[in-house]
């Protein structure tokens, strides 16, 4: 009778046969055991649960550990050699929480082993990084990146900001307590935040006050930065109108289009609107201008003239302004043969045949305002305006061509009895005024059908009472081209 010792540790198998023998004499028996030489194997896997992410400013997360056999002592280490416990417990099940003792600042590797019978498994080796983050005096403004500068004519704006916490992730807000929703939020690299805002909102305010705060570093804190949204020179904020289709404030061009060879258009007061182009070549005339610019689509001409139509300033004796559009036998005293000879104060109304004045009848003013207090020039009369009829879609697209009054009616004709109104090609809010009286007897102009499709509005120099702020015609089409035909640029600031 004799007692074998095993150094577990050092056993290959977990059920061995074993054979002895003596030196002296043959085979004396052997003897089978199972389970008495079990490897210990580390946990499998370490995950936080308080705090829920890394980094963070606590010094004493507890973290899960899972992978474990129930029985066995669990110990947690602040580095991937196992040489640094930060706390241990014996697992009841397969997962076991364990309460970190103090960290320092700095970045840690959590490892564990396991510990039964006197055995240790092997150094799990770093299963998570843990950042124990220091708290900055405060997150500062870095630079900004576009527009480079604190002001510009883009609502989706790009700028830096420094003294984070490694990499905790950063958020900025307009509010001074960094309440509601975040305009942009990134991960910090080396402690600088690259931050792109989202579309902001520049119908409520165009002044942006910046304040951030992190993840790390809770504190709301001031960057003393503040954005200022401006239209492109030339151009005038129109407030967005949902119920329309612009969900957005945009920015459209003060004049109809001057040439700016050699393939683009401004908008100043000088010259004569460009004219004799395809809507197409319109259109390009706008996107070479650069990026966001774009023809006008419809859903824009009519935020803009029901905003006007809500403004009392552009009505009098309950007509509104139907500017540089007078012919004689179109109801009025005398008719143009041209367009306005020139665009400023000494030409604001049109007061005899081809002539205008600082002064004269209120139909005649060449400008509507808006209820922001920006001005458009003649958006009715002067020259028609090429329309894109869809928004939303890249490119032109056609109007409807369905509509059976192929002759100038009043909307109210219309809404009784033409088929494309009738069968929903063509709704009230693609061309109506916002009650149904107002009509070319009030200075806002007739409809005409047709087949083209091609979108033209506003009426011209010599239209008469034809001419007026919803005046809309769908004769031409893509193919069409006329000296009384100019148009007008969008910048879309969300874009
Ligand atoms: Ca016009
Ligand atoms: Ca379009």
Known sequence: MFILRFDNSKLLCKICTLSILA???????????EGAAIMVEPPVSISLVSPVSSPSLDDTPTVRISGITPGHLVKLYKDASCSQQIGEAT???????ITASSLADGTHQL??????????????GSLLEYVKGAVPATLSFGSWISPATNSGNVSIIQFSVTGASGTENVSVYTTA?????????????????????????????TEFNLYTKGSVTTTCSNLNQKYTFSCPSGYIRVPGNSSLGTTEDFCVMMYEAKDDSPNKVKSVPAGNPLVNLLVADSQSKCTNIGTRYDLISN?????????SEAVSSNFQSGKIARGWAARSDYGDTWSNTAVAPSTDSNCLYNTAGDTCGSSGVHLYRRTLTLSNGEIIWDLSGNVYEWVDWN????????????????????FATVVSSDSCYSNNDLTGKD??????????????????????????RGGAFDGGYYSGAYTLIFEPGTWDYDHHVGFRCVYRPYK
């Open 91 to 97: 697992a009841t099940g397969s997962t076991l929480n």
């Open 391 to 410: 928004l939303t879609l890249d490119g032109i697209q056609a109007g409807p061509t369905t509509c059976s009054d192929a002759t100038w009616v009043q």
């Open 177 to 205: 307590d960094c309440s509601g929703t975040s305009i942009g939020s990134a991960a910090a690299v080396a402690g600088t935040a690259t931050i792109t805002s989202s579309a902001l909102k520049i119908g409520t305010a």
């Open 299 to 307: 859903p824009e001409w009519m935020t803009i003239t029901r905003n």
């Open 111 to 124: 490892a564990v082993t396991s510990f039964v019978d006197g055995t240790s498994s092997p150094c799990s």
């Open 23 to 33: 030196s002296s004499c043959n085979q004396m028996g052997t003897a089978t055991f």
């Open 431 to 456: 061309f109506l005024p916002s009650t149904l009286n107002a009509d070319s007897t009030k200075g806002f102009g007739r409809f005409f059908g047709g087949s083209g499709g091609i979108a033209k």
